[in-house]
């Protein structure tokens, strides 16, 4: 599980940050998820190292511009040269008469399946290695926030202790990694977590963005690896922040210190913290620090991989882990319709 930042500005795009989207790619899978789809997506997917071919599903947080204006343009390039398969797409009432009149009014026919789900509360998509599912966030109109649950994986199966052993291959093995119990032929009872690793923990990847302080996204952060948390103002900048519906950074962190997640991910800045203004993106980064230590700033084509659970430290740390970034500061339930 790789995370993208393909946009970290809020409102409008800056020059060094585009309005939000974010990328998770599943290389075991080769797929590519998306979450939001502003203005320039395709654009900056072009300009990272995400294959367009991959897109699968589309997750829309809410239908105010910054986070879907990009939604039509992308859809209408990889039905022209994404080889694109097939994408689901998922978001509040509205999406799909949005893409809709969009398609219509621009006579944008798409050459590949496009299915929108209309989401509720609760789980919204589920195979045999993840989980997503929904939840309300508080912002001045409808907007979901989601979470991604890879399940837990059986441990590595130890061939040569079996082998050791003299446990016949084929069937038996297949019990064993299952952690199943199984009698052999001579009467010897083997247990398969025996011969099995630990347990693999299943990551957990949350975003929560437009939203002010709410117990929602706490609910979808529960335990997470990663929270992506939007941050839109400083904390002095509190009073605007409830005017408007969105977190300032010490909300993010508080958010992220009462789910116990492991990493937050701040990011939709506001343009009013550039370089030179009395507070600045750095100043931001300070704040939620001190609340949240394991804190990061996010920028454009950041990325981030999603650690495995390892066996806890002695002393009950959490190990950091590294991101692919230099600084925090600025830089020059549901219901489907078929389209």
């Known amino acids: 599980m790789q995370i993208t930042f393909l946009g970290t500005s809020s409102g409008v795009p800056t020059r060094a940050r585009n309005v939000s989207s974010v990328a998770l790619r599943l290389p075991q899978r ?52 994404g080889n694109v398969q097939r994408v689901d797409i998922y978001g509040p009432s509205g999406l799909n008469e949005y893409i809709q009149a969009a398609s219509r009014y621009s006579h944008t026919h798409f050459s590949y399946p496009i299915k929108v789900h209309t989401v509720r509360p609760g789980v919204i998509y589920e195979d045999e290695e993840f989980t997503v599912s929904c939840g309300p966030l508080h912002h001045r109109i409808t907007a979901f926030g989601y979470r991604v649950a890879e399940k837990n994986r059986a441990g590595r199966f130890d061939v040569e202790k079996a082998k050791a052993l003299e446990i016949p291959a084929g069937r038996i093995y297949g019990q064993l990694k299952r952690g199943e119990t199984v009698t052999l032929a001579d009467g010897r009872v083997i247990n398969g977590t025996e011969l099995c690793g630990p347990t693999e923990i299943g990551r957990k990847l949350a975003y929560c963005t437009d939203t002010i302080y709410c117990d929602g996204a706490v609910e979808l952060a529960q335990d997470a690896d990663v929270l992506i948390h939007e941050a839109t103002f400083a904390h002095q900048d509190a009073e605007m922040a409830f005017q408007r519906l969105h977190s300032t950074t010490t909300m993010a962190a508080q958010t992220a210190l009462k789910a116990g997640v492991r990493r937050l991910l701040m990011t ?72």
Not at 54 to 77: K, Y
């Open 30 to 81: 080769a797929e590519l998820w998306l979450f939001d789809c502003g203005e320039g997506t395709q654009h900056q997917i072009l300009r990272s190292d995400l294959k367009i071919s991959q897109l699968s599903r589309i997750f829309i947080t809410h239908l105010h511009g910054d986070h879907i204006f990009g939604l039509m343009g992308l859809l209408a390039s990889c039905g022209l040269a």
């Open 268 to 339: 939709h800045f506001s343009p009013r913290y550039a370089p030179g203004n009395t507070v600045e993106l750095k100043d931001l980064l300070q704040e939620a620090r001190a609340i949240f230590p394991r804190t990061d700033m996010a920028y454009d084509f950041m990325t981030y991989d999603v650690p495995r659970r390892r066996q806890p430290a002695l002393n009950g740390a959490i190990p950091i882990q590294n991101s692919k970034h230099h600084s925090p500061v600025e830089k020059p339930t549901q219901t489907s319709s078929q389209l």
